[in-house]
């Protein structure tokens, strides 16, 4: 099993510049999130996935788009790619909460896309 | 709101001494807690985890004891190596769709 990846491993951008992350998992998960790290300021969520075909915003979803339209994939986009986007940026999954009751159990993290923004 | 709070780092450690990292946590409802752990350059792994009061989460040395009188999960380890050098994030999550991180205690352990 690959468990989650994420493509690519490192991007630079301009300012306006747009681009696509992918992120994959193996494993059957109903949910996938995307976070961002930034130093000093932990991991920020920005937009989550409870299922194929279903998106939900996070703590700072400004900015950034996402698809779920396949179950193992999800997508992050920026349209127009500003410096304050300069970031680490991490996929993760999990099962569905409703396995556990109610509570979601380990979340899984792909290895990370470092984006810088010129 | 659900929330974690961790001790705030840098933390530097000569190998072989004892490490804690204390983390408490808020939520509404009956959370499930875990450590992660962060390797330079890596993703987030976990490390351990526990989901009910009293529970004993450990793995690689490493233990914390789900504390719900007192709402903490504070980590520990007898005996820390270089090779725990990291950052070591306290996380929960509760009846909703969300984990909820604290900010992270990096860990320098000198030889």
């Known amino acids: 099993n690959a468990g989650v990846t994420q493509t690519p491993k490192f991007r630079v951008l301009k300012t306006g510049q747009s681009m696509t992350l992918l992120c994959a998992q193996d494993m059957n998960h109903e949910y996938m999130y995307w976070y961002r790290q930034d130093p000093g300021m932990g991991l920020r969520l920005i937009h989550y996935s409870v299922g194929e075909g279903t998106t939900a915003k996070g703590e700072v979803p400004d900015g950034y788009n996402v698809s779920r339209l396949k179950k193992q994939n999800f997508l992050l986009g920026l349209e127009s790619a500003a410096p304050s986007q300069t970031s680490v940026y991490f996929c993760?999954?999990?099962?569905?909460?409703?396995?556990?009751?109610?509570?979601?159990?380990?979340?899984?993290f792909g290895p990370g896309t470092r984006l810088t923004v010129l | 709101g659900d929330s974690v709070t961790q001790m705030e780092g840098p933390v530097t450690l000569s190998e072989e001494a004892f490490l804690t990292i204390n983390c408490t946590y808020t939520a509404t409802g009956y959370p499930s807690l875990f450590w992660y752990v962060q390797y330079p350059g890596e993703g987030l792994q976990l490390l351990l985890k526990a989901t009910k009061a009293d529970d004993k989460g450990s793995n690689k040395g490493f233990e914390a004891t789900y504390r719900k009188e007192t709402t903490s999960f504070h980590l520990e380890k007898g005996s820390v190596q270089v090779s725990d050098s990291a950052v070591y994030f306290c996380a929960l999550s509760d009846t909703g769709n969300q984990f909820y991180f604290g900010t992270g205690t990096s860990l320098t352990v000198i030889p």
């Open positions: 993760a999954s999990s099962y569905s909460g409703k396995l556990t009751g109610l509570r979601i159990d380990t979340q899984y």
